[in-house]
Structures are given as structure tokens and as C-alpha cells.
């Protein structure tokens, strides 16, 4: 199944592409640090991590491509790689002004890994992650916002917690800004198993773009992003305080 996924998505690639046109494009680094992560090594400290993420956005003739990695190093001996690969494929334009925008075939790409699983599992191994996400979504006219967008998504998990059994995933992606005042980000809601657990991850970031106070033409944020994570990575038989996330990191992000 994971083939034909893969195969599905460069197929609408190819058909998408064969007259395709890019008509904008966003490519930002960014630096974080927060306290309060769970599931990391802690020693008793403050579950500190610092995140460097590479991101990129782009809007085709075709859909649009989001894509990132992350990479995480905390207390101890904890580090991580994260990453995800997200094309959308426009099925179904609207009317200018219509509540749904667009309607779109949407797949997602989820792969990470971690050199230090023993803080994750009691009887240690490696800990990794690839996820593979497919389903339909819409672009909608929100009044106010700069973009929403909701995706149904169907997972098929091969993760250390999931054990391979797959789950639903309901996914809204907003932004909004007033001057150079910004806020953005994501909410996942997904199914629980007999595996593993649902999950809410509500993770949005708000910024202040300092760049014209510098004197320089790229976007150059300022802010804060707030996790609140429940039931991270769905991993049962684990006590609430160690898996439930609620954290608030500083953040620089710079628009390159």
C-alpha cells in the first residue's frame, strides 16, 4: 500500500506538472527554545530543547508543496530528526468570494528518528517513525484570515508506538496577520487503536516581524510558539504528566 501511495503521488505530480507553473515561493529558517517537552530526557532537569527547523512553501498551477525538517537536541543525551513532505493536488477550483476555495488530494510524508529511544521506551531500540498520509481537503474562505485549510487524512503509521496499526487524521492549517503582526500554525486530531491512543496536537506560533525595524527586506520574526500536545505519539501505558505536552518555546525565524 505504501508503494501505491507513492506511485499516486507521482503520477498527479506528472500529470500536474506537465504545464506547471510556480506562482510563489517561502523558504525560512528558524530557531527555537522551550522547557516543559515531554518524552525527552529530563534527569530530573527542565526538559529544555533547542529546535533548528528548514522549511519550505510553495503555490503551483497544480496545488502547493510544504515541506520541513526539525532537529531537536535537549538534555542528556537526547536528539532527534524530524521531518515531513506535503503536496497538494488541486481537484476543484470555485468562484472567487465562494466559502470553499478549492478542493484538494493531499498526501503527507512523515519520517523522524531518534538516537536516544531509552528515554521513550523502557526497554530501549531504536526509536523512528515513517508515517504515510492520504486523503482530501479544502481551501476555505475564512473572513479575516490569510489561509485555511482542513484535510482528511488516512495513516497508515509504521512508528515504535503505533506497532504498523493504522488511524484517521483530521488536520486544519490557518494564518492571520495585522501589519507585521503574525499568528499561524496547525491542529491534528487522530484516532486512537488498540495500539495506541488519539492525539490533539494544537501548535500555533505568534510573531512580530522586526525586519523593517532592521532595515532589511526579509521577514525577520520575533515570537513565541505555544504546544499543547495530549497523548503524545499516542503512547500507552504511560502516566499523563510524561506524555502530555504543554510547552512554550522563544522564536527567531528568518525568511530567507
Do not use: C
Not at 530528526?81 to 481537484?91: A, M, V
Amino acid at each position: 500500500m505504501k508503494k501505491q501511495l507513492l506511485a499516486m503521488a507521482v503520477i498527479a505530480a506528472a500529470t500536474g506538472t506537465a504545464q506547471a507553473e510556480q506562482f510563489w515561493a517561502d523558504n525560512s529558517v528558524s530557531l527555537l527554545y522551550g522547557e516543559d517537552y515531554t518524552m525527552t530526557p529530563n534527569n530530573g532537569e527542565k526538559n529544555a530543547v533547542t529546535n533548528m527547523t528548514l522549511e519550505h512553501v510553495s503555490g503551483h498551477s497544480w496545488g502547493s508543496l510544504f515541506f520541513f525538517v526539525d532537529r531537536l537536541v535537549g538534555e542528556g543525551d537526547y536528539s532527534e530528526t524530524y521531518g515531513e513532505f506535503s503536496p497538494t493536488f488541486t481537484l476543484k477550483k470555485f468562484e472567487e468570494g465562494s466559502f470553499v476555495k478549492a478542493i484538494n488530494a493531499a498526501f503527507t510524508y512523515e519520517f523522524g528518528s531518534s538516537t536516544t529511544s531509552k528515554f521513550f521506551l523502557p526497554e530501549g531500540g531504536a526509536y523512528s517513525q515513517d508515517n504515510y498520509l492520504y486523503g482530501i481537503g479544502a481551501d476555505l474562505n475564512i473572513p479575516g484570515m490569510n489561509y485555511f485549510s482542513t484535510t482528511y487524512y488516512y495513516s497508515q503509521l509504521n512508528n515504535t508506538f503505533t506497532n504498523g496499526d493504522n488511524d484517521h487524521q483530521l488536520t486544519f492549517v490557518y494564518g492571520w496577520s495585522s501589519g507585521n503582526l503574525n499568528i499561524d500554525g496547525f491542529l491534528d486530531w487522530s484516532t486512537g487503536t488498540d495500539q495506541h491512543d488519539s492525539e490533539l496536537n494544537f501548535t500555533p506560533q505568534l510573531t512580530y516581524n522586526v525586519g523593517p525595524a532592521l532595515g532589511v527586506s526579509n521577514k525577520v520574526k520575533v515570537g513565541v510558539e505555544y504546544s499543547y500536545w495530549n497523548n503524545k505519539f499516542g503512547a500507552k501505558g504511560m502516566e499523563d504528566k510524561d506524555r502530555d505536552q504543554n510547552a512554550v518555546s522563544l522564536l527567531l525565524k528568518v525568511h530567507l
